[in-house]
């Protein structure tokens, strides 16, 4: 294992206020989302939505790197450009998916285990040499009635490691990613109390792995209510919850924190993100950034409608939500203006980590 190799590519991953465009749903997945849209769902419409995203004119000013599904890495530009190349000659380090889907786990109803850990290790060999230099890996834990499970926990914790430890050996950066999904009626509270012991549980299997921390991208959800609880929390509770969470159980030694968006809204996951950002970075032993993939790209696939004449206003909507400017704009302004200046535009002062009701 090149070690440093590894640290550069996870420092790169997250460097420069950058986030990764999430590209990899599922053939079943991404068709679900064609047809919401009325575009039909083929091969070749995949293939020229991927096209559409990843030659937007500009992307890689925001865009560290693009997660890519088994068929999308295979795939070529209209003009035979292998999409791993032209990922790179846009300065977007190119991902693969490598899990391959959450099944029912057995003896425990409404719970899951991710798959994928049979021939991993030929597989990301495969990828490597196809340009991959990152890989992705979600595990799914649900909220519910005595749900999640400790042994859901466990299980998911124990393949996400065996799957990152696999990752590194390949000289590639596993993201590790246990989602705690926003399904249900639970409050804040519970999803709080929930994420904090899975992500306990999943960096006590990566350490027994003996995954080098400095080597990997962390890609949680944000602490947040279920969508049906009838207490909904602002987005300073977000943020603060979040935060709380995140630096009582990530390592500091993790480079970087890249959010999935989980069925938030776009404008909701940025907002959150950026709150996160303008009160706490200074403080923050990680980067925190986005891996956004329904946030980012939900706006371009429903102006697109699988139309040639729709494609550059689609990669606009795009590139607007890859860049978010609330972010951008008040993560300059906090360094050129400082603090009180914040406060006089209407910004909230960044809290110290100590200052969290804990
Ligand atoms: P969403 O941002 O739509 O949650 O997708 C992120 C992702 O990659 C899920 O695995």
Redesign the pocket.
Known sequence: MNAQALIDTARALVADDKG?L?M??SNSTCNKRFAAAGIAQTEETRRAYRELLMTTPGLGESISGA?LYDETIRQQKQDGTPFAKVLNDAGILPGI?VDIGAKDLAGHPGETITEGLDGLRIRLQEYFQMGARFA?W?AVLTIGEGIPSRSCIEANAHALARYAALCQEAGMVPVV?P?VVMDGDHTLERCCVVTEEVLRTVFNQLNSQRVLPEGMIL?P?MVLPGLTCPTQASVDEVADTTMKSLWRTVPAAVPGIA??????SAEL?SARLNTMNHRFKMQLPWALA????????QPAVEIWRGEEVNVRAAQQALLHRARPPLQIGETCLQLLLGTAHLRAIGGRRPLGLGELAL
């Open positions: 990764l999430a990899d749903e997660i998916k992705k979600r990613e989602e890609k959800n959010f999935l968006s989980g069925g938030q996951a986005f891996s956004f993939a329904r946030a980012i790209q």
